[in-house]
């Protein structure tokens, strides 16, 4: 049986892949606080279809500590001098200090560019990326979404912006005729439910228990980076709110490109989950103004399942019901998520501006 943070988590990575215009209204807010849900729920998405998908630093040569303690003051000359360093796993003062280093480079402002492709039993099923602003607490997330062609749709693209302005919430959406433009959420209650990931929390990836080794050498942009790869499984814990982080989740592979400064430029890895899913679908409707939401079972031996499910979504006025045309198969899903993230405008100060023409929203939070 699921817990409700697991049955959320489930929630939220559905709303993740559906992106779309929210339109404001009297629900604004409440459509955006659930942070990835840019868009509403399809009818009959199933509970737990594949889940959504989603950061980097500079200028590398060999420093000390990185290749485990082989740190000479030019390249190897030879290969397998070359192959000693690179074999070597990193102390863990060097880590820790990797850590340290980019946590400084970017402790008062920064951007970090999050991109993701997700695929579920080797079908691709949406990409994306998010491009990250801060400064202080000041934040701007311009959210871009893609989802294949697929059960009658055509691929599409969809965009929307969060920001937070001296801690005044603004959103860039659609509006019900259909036209993008600035929104400000005036109900002070709605805006601690708006959260823009925070891409520095990335960092808590590197752990001297990931065993880090030193994998080769990069020029990007004409700064040196040293590529450090995990040969042990990382925790995913602290970044539930990645594409692809559920309950259940792993980090199947993860590589860190470093500067001499000891300070991440770029990361990149990859997230996997298998599932095994029992026949319980999600419809939703509007009635009144209200979102319900409805699971739907092939047969009465899902029903106690389900009703479990909607008691722990009682503010969503969640209920069941059978219908017999739904598939009764148990469905297995690997799904796989691989993200990349670059690092960028370390030391230089970030402008964050309220957004021109904001129509003012009061919403519910």
Do not use: C
Not at 28 to 47: E, F, I
Not at 74 to 80: G, I, W
Not at 83 to 98: D, I, N, P
Request: proline fraction near 7%; charged fraction near 20%; hydrophobic fraction near 40%.
């Amino acid at each position: 049986m699921l817990t409700e943070d697991q049955l959320a988590d489930q929630l939220r990575d559905q709303l993740r892949r559906e992106l779309a215009a929210v339109e404001p209204g009297p629900d604004l807010l409440a459509g955006l606080s659930r942070r990835r849900a840019r868009r509403t729920l399809a009818t009959r998405v199933s509970l737990v279809a594949a889940p959504a998908a989603a950061a980097a630093v500079a200028a590398a040569l060999i420093v000390p500590g990185i290749g485990g303690g082989v740190a000479p003051a030019t390249k190897p000359s030879s290969p397998s001098a070359s192959a000693t360093a690179r074999s070597a796993v990193l102390t863990a003062a060097t880590v820790k200090q990797v850590a340290s280093q980019s946590r400084r480079a970017m402790a008062r402002s920064g951007k970090a560019t999050i991109s993701y492709r997700m695929s579920d039993n080797g079908k691709i099923t949406g990409s994306g990326s998010d491009r990250i602003t801060f400064a202080g607490h000041n934040w701007n997330d311009v959210i871009t979404q893609n989802f294949p062609a697929g059960n009658g749709a055509r691929a599409s693209t969809q965009t929307a912006i969060n920001r937070i302005v001296n801690g005044q919430l603004y959103l860039h959406i659609a509006g019900p005729d259909n036209r993008v433009r600035w929104y400000h959420a005036t109900n002070p209650a709605g805006q601690p439910s708006i959260r823009i990931p925070d891409p520095r929390t990335l960092l808590s990836l590197l752990s001297p228990s990931a065993k880090f080794q030193v994998t080769g050498h990069r020029d990007t942009d004409g700064t040196r980076l040293t590529g450090l790869r995990a040969t042990a499984i990382p925790r995913l814990r602290p970044l539930s709110w990645l594409p692809g982080a559920e309950p259940g989740a792993q980090v199947t592979s993860l590589t860190v490109w470093v500067d001499a400064h000891h300070v991440v430029h770029q990361m990149s890895l990859q997230i996997t989950h298998n599932k095994t899913t029992d026949p319980i679908y999600l419809e939703k409707s509007v009635k009144n103004g209200k979102e319900r939401l409805t699971f739907v079972v092939p047969s009465r031996a899902y029903l106690k399942e389900a009703r479990a499910y909607a008691r722990k979504l009682r503010r969503y006025h969640a209920d069941v019901r059978v219908d017999p045309s739904t598939s009764p198969t148990v469905r297995h899903d690997h799904l796989v998520t691989d993200v990349s993230v670059t690092f960028g405008g370390f030391g230089r100060t970030q402008v964050i501006p309220v957004p021109p023409n904001a129509v003012p929203q009061f919403s519910r939070g």
